[in-house]
């Protein structure tokens, strides 16, 4: 099961540790979603999520401190004896002396964060989401072209690396050559990463290793790119037929998500790097209404019809 460790989430969201005596060293976050405990503040514990991290805002923080002392200690009791990874305070709230006592005697980390609760929790949401999501990882090259994000795949030394290298010669920016790692954020997308070893990294046969952010500048990486389209790279086959309009959308099936999928065959003479700049802003025409194969159709059905008129 994918995991994050607690010191990871106090590092990225700039959080303050307000149980330093603590060892966090070995605490996991397993899943994406939080809570807001105002209904376990309330005394109400049935379908408690205590693996969630739990988030505490203005409107709870105020309820526990109206609280009667004995109501106090038995709530945060009962709270706090869950397993809980870790406890946010936001809006820069401070836990009251029991609060805390009882934290650090239950080992249950305290944290803090400036930012207001509804943006926090957003952001938290989303972050752990990408480093949640179901992950596999596919052998191919994922670039940025024109915004869209095009997987390359295919058989080992078909061109892969080459046609990447000639995408960031013309201003494309590389996400990873060789081994993708492919997250399901949503049931629409589909998130494409490097490895941390071989990140802005490319093998080019004959040559060896290039490192890409050393050549061409930071402008010709990225650290993430959603996948819109995969273009599946394979030998010319004479005998084979290939689409020629392009009516049909084929796909192919990551993770349960759909990806437009087009076949491109290789044989000397063709630019790969033109075909993937074509492919990613047609594929950007079609996301904006325009689909040039639907339009010729329409052409030569009109073109057939005034025949007919006239025939007649």
Known sequence: MASVSLKDIIAK??????TPEL???????????????ALQMAGYFEHFEAT????????????ML??????????Y???????????????????????????????????????ATSAFTAEIIRWLNVKLAPCISVHGVLVDVYGEGVLITGESGIGKSEAALELIKRGHRLVTDDVVEIRKVSDDTLIGT???????????RGIGIVDVKTLFGVSSVKDTQNIDLVIRLEDWDKDKEYDRLGLEEEYTEYLGNKIVCHN????????????CESAAVNHR??????????????RVQNSLARRRDEED
């Open 194 to 204: 490097a490895p941390d070893i071989t990140k802005h990294f490319i093998e080019l």
């Open 264 to 275: 491109i065959p290789i044989r000397p003479g063709r630019n790969l790097a033109i075909i």
């Open 13 to 18: 969201m700039k959080l303050e540790n307000l």
């Open 52 to 63: 969630r991290m739990q988030i505490i805002g203005f409107v709870e923080y105020t309820y």
């Open 23 to 37: 060892d966090i060293t070995k605490v996991k976050i397993t899943q994406p979603d939080i809570n807001r405990p």
């Open 285 to 298: 025409q079609k996301k904006m209404g325009y689909n040039a194969a639907q339009e010729l159709y329409t």
């Open 66 to 75: 109206g609280l009667p002392e004995a109501r106090k200690k038995e709530i």
């Open 77 to 115: 009791t009962k709270l706090l004896s869950c397993d809980i990874p870790g406890i946010v305070f936001c809006r820069e709230l401070q836990p009251d002396p029991l609060f805390l006592e009882m934290a650090i005697a239950n080992e249950v980390p305290l944290l803090m964060t400036k930012k």
